[in-house]
């Protein structure tokens, strides 16, 4: 899978942003809501935040109503493939459904995938129904701790879910 991330020297400064090959956009959470490689910047909404993340700063969102909206854009509607990747860290268990990302397309949901939080987290990864890579499975739930989530769908191999690196159902 691609990781992306951000190299930082001894004192946690950044040294550099590796390229990677593909990226479309990268919403890194440092104080903004900006696309770091393209055009596609975000707005918080609903006091969505920021608080300390995996590496730097993320974005804090209170399990209700918080999020950062996007607009809609060519480059975010892929037809063939595509991958999502976030650090997660799910501070309570319970609740109801926990967008980590919602693509919503002139027929409903393009794509999106999130969590149903509870002593067992189910990811969803989904496109509305309007094609086939719907997919959920549930894996153990690991409250205050950062996992990465990736979810895949490519046109010939189909959809994955992997969590730090493991594949976890396809």
Known sequence: GILTG???NANGDAVST????????????EGNANDAVSTNHGTLMNGAAFATGKVGQGFSFDGADD??????SPSL????????????KLN?????????????????RAWWFG???GSTSRIA????GLSSYDLSCDIPSALNTWRYIVVTYQSGSGRKIYTDGALICS
């Not at 590796?18 to 959470?29: E, H």
């Open 6 to 8: 951000t190299v930082r």
């Open 18 to 29: 590796p390229a990677i090959s593909g990226l479309v956009s990268r919403w890194q959470g």
């Open 67 to 72: 999020y950062v909206i996007i607009p809609d």
């Open 77 to 88: 509607s892929p037809t063939t493939g595509i991958t999502i990747a976030a650090w997660v």
């Open 92 to 108: 309570a268990a319970g609740g109801n459904w926990q967008p980590v990302s919602f693509k919503e397309g002139p027929q409903g």
């Open 115 to 117: 969590f149903y939080p």
């Open 125 to 128: 990864w989904s496109n509305g």
